[in-house]
């Protein structure tokens, strides 16, 4: 956590702060961080506290191999909101929709491909990026809406983006949390040694101990094999787990223990989906063009657009600097790094989501 500590303290420095004070889309603030919402205290870190129960839901068979599983939520008169779960193989949960105001929203939460409640579950063929993009399109044509929002963190932010370079006229606000670019050099970062395993040595070690030794020069590749059932079935099941629980460890700022993090996951199958359908991602630089989303040409497309950033300054999996070349090469957008990690549910996360949420809901 040195290198954060270092940058933290030097964003602090009457230098630092006058250079990004210049932009208009940074809040400098002297106080526990940098960046601070300028709204209204009208939101104290909590979600809405609105009923669970979605509006509707909905099965739209895209093609002879999938269907997809949609819920809407909020106002069906309020302002439409694609949220954008994460993983790859992530899914969809009520909670999500309680980052939006319902009685201003009309929340709109899609399990993507194998995913979720979509079938059928963990299927990989037909599943790229530039399939679930389209199956968005669908869902918004289905749905009778002509422009939304996007929302979404992690993987989220990736197919965000994506999703609104390559469909711009239809967009008209984005959040994104959590920044993932898509670059080999972020998946090498959490997938392979010498990246995040020296923040969490412990979740590592039990991540690397699933491989045989002589297979751990790519633990990508090493994963596959073992996904694949090459070193058996037992083997199989534990590669699955141990994929997953290396992922689970460092979501949150309060890290869970290992031995709590696996006995959660063991209590369903997801586990299992969420391994294969990242590996598959993973494996295939996530079916985008090395750095896609920060090229001049598809960030032009998407400027108009209102975007806000929010990056956990102690965020394991999406580290720091990448939100930061997102911003460089998007200084439109407007930038809050938060003292909190990866997940959408760290308390500062969650103010700066629910804020920018008031903020484009007027």
Known sequence: MIYINILYNKMKTKKYKNKISKSKSIKSNTNRYLCRHSLKKTYHGKLFDHPIKPLKSYKLRVSEIHTISFKTYGNPSGKPVLYVHGGPGGGTRPSMARFFNPKKYYIILVDQRGCGKSKPTSELRENTTQDLVNDYEKIRKKLGIKKWMLSGGSWGSTLALYYAIVHPEVVTNIIVRAIFLGTQEEIDW????HGAENINPIGWEYYRNAIPKEYRTSYVDAYGKCFNGDFGIKKKNQCFVAWAAWEDMNLK???????HTINELKKNKSYITTAL???HYFSNNCFIEEGF???KEN???IRHIPTKIIQGLYDIICPFKYAYLLHKAFPEAEFYPTMAGHSSYDKEN???IV???NDFSK
């Open 355 to 357: 804020e920018s949420t």
């Open 293 to 295: 989303l920060t090229k």
């Open 190 to 193: 959490l997938s392979e040694a």
């Open 299 to 301: 960030i032009d497309r």
């Open 253 to 259: 700022l309060n890290m869970p223990t290992l031995e």
């Open 277 to 279: 359908i990242e590996h």
């Open 350 to 352: 969650i103010k700066h």
